[in-house]
């Protein structure tokens, strides 16, 4: 499936005894540039798509905005690939090593972020999610090279979004919910790649119960999802899935009364 | 297969109706200092295990030393996660930026690094490389959470490093060169994960020919590989492989003269 988000190149391929030279789809991807109230935040490696969405969520979880209100002014310049955004309030962020703001927390063993949500949902919902999901992600079949992540509620995926980066991926569904003033109260998450530490404090920073993927967590991201509150479930595969964290909130056959 | 780099949790798997609470294998990770001639200049999450060759090869990546003989100490302290090194000039990395430093490179066009190695490699060679690559990757196909990484020349794989985190991996096996003064001239590297443009740039900088990976480049590391002159080789599956760029490297059945 052709689309923005890929390209094709010419490559050789050898299979066993044949060599042959043939047309390639391949994800396209460009060094994006963040601009902030005039000073330069980020570049980032990204797919050239929806520039907006990343660029507005990224500076979210810098910390540079909350919400759409918090915007004033939104250029995309495509041919530079460059965001530029102004924000109401100049919270000009000080700390220059913001980018490791999430392990300086994980470090000191103190995320911040409390999750009182009650939402529950049931293995059944999980299962169909994560089929929709992968239903979504044409592009990783045909690529091999893209992350998928998707903002959903019990019933269905609201919010899909692809990139190179994983976590990109999940920058950009944070920002479309952004712009689109949508409320992610009760929504859950779903990851193609590896749950990462990272991932889940961005995660608790929305308030968002649930984190579920394909791939697994591993022993750090367990105790934070623990002491957050965050239910984590992983390798979703058929009609089988790990619960990691916060089991209460998956309910099932068998499950806890 | 348990090993200093997994650990037990506790979890509530489901399989259809089935609910059940067992140990399960899981990805340690860690939240790691890194200290430069006293001076904090990371924190990165990571496989617990030789946290010298990861500190190692990501000051190595950040321009603070180049090998061997530019360390005058290091020292591992495992309770606080921290690895402490002093270089013999002290470089003092002013950039502020200097994690960008490979993006704003990619972003200029110019990787500033050209490839001369006349190295040549049958594809029988990479097949069988890839497979001995995949035979150690065991703790990937455990905990589905950890990337593996590993330098090798013609005959075999001489350095092998895996890390919850991709970057990291390729870190690992560069630091563990560095502190062991091997050479990496004509040697390869393979790759579990998906090919990034950065990890390009840092193989690079090794002056390593030949990049190597069960998954896909896009389209910025792609034209990356051409300039440099890289030979990029991905979708290395059974008898199968892409090859992306500098394919005069590649020797096989049909391969040009």
Known sequence: MMSDNTGTVKIERI?????????????????????????????????????????????????????????????????????????????YNTDEGSRDMPLRRIRAGNSNFKINSQLRVTAEEVFNLVNEFQSRSEIFKDTGGVQGAALCNREKILVFADDIGRHNAIDRIFGESILKDMSTEDCMVITSGRITAEMLVKIARKGIP??????????????????????????????????????????SDGSPK
Not at 15 to 38: F, H, Q, W, Y
Not at 82 to 90: A, E, L, Y
Not at 222 to 236: D, P, Q
Request: charged share 20%; glycine share 8%; aromatic share 8%.
């Open 210 to 251: 649930v984190f579920i993927s394909r791939s697994a967590p591993a022993t750090l991201g367990i105790s934070l999802a623990k002491e957050m509150g965050m239910t984590v479930i992983g390798f979703v595969r058929g009609q089988r899935m790990n619960i990691y964290s916060n089991g209460w909130r998956v309910i």
């Open 15 to 91: 299979t066993g005894n044949k060599r042959e030279t043939l047309e390639d789809l391949i994800s396209r991807e460009i060094a994006l540039k963040i601009v902030c109230n005039g000073r330069e935040i980020a570049a980032l490696l990204c797919s050239p798509v929806h520039l907006d969405y990343l660029a507005v969520g990224y500076l979210f979880w810098e910390g540079f905005l909350n919400s759409r209100k918090d915007i004033s002014g939104l250029v995309v310049d495509e041919q530079n690939a460059t965001v530029k955004i102004d924000t109401v309030h100049n919270v």
